[in-house]
């Protein structure tokens, strides 16, 4: 989620879409699961709120390249 990529369209959009999940899912995804089967109750509350604010920075990292020189006035 680091390089910048150009979306031009919805079909860009979507391909972004599905590689940011794919890499979601595999780190926080795994940690979730992990923390399910041999965590606490904390533990898992820890990996779901790090799942969470994983989804939250790729919505918010979309959302901030729509608004890239738009003016706030």
Request: proline residues 0%.
């Amino acid at each position: 989620m680091e390089d910048a990529i150009q979306i031009d369209n919805r079909g860009d959009f979507g391909l972004w879409a599905i590689e940011v999940a794919k890499q979601i899912v595999a780190d926080q995804g795994f940690e979730l699961a992990r923390a399910a089967r041999d965590g606490s109750e904390d533990d898992v509350r820890v990996a779901g709120n790090a799942l969470g604010q994983a989804i939250t920075n790729a919505m918010m990292e979309v959302f901030d390249g729509l608004t890239e020189g738009v003016s706030g006035e």
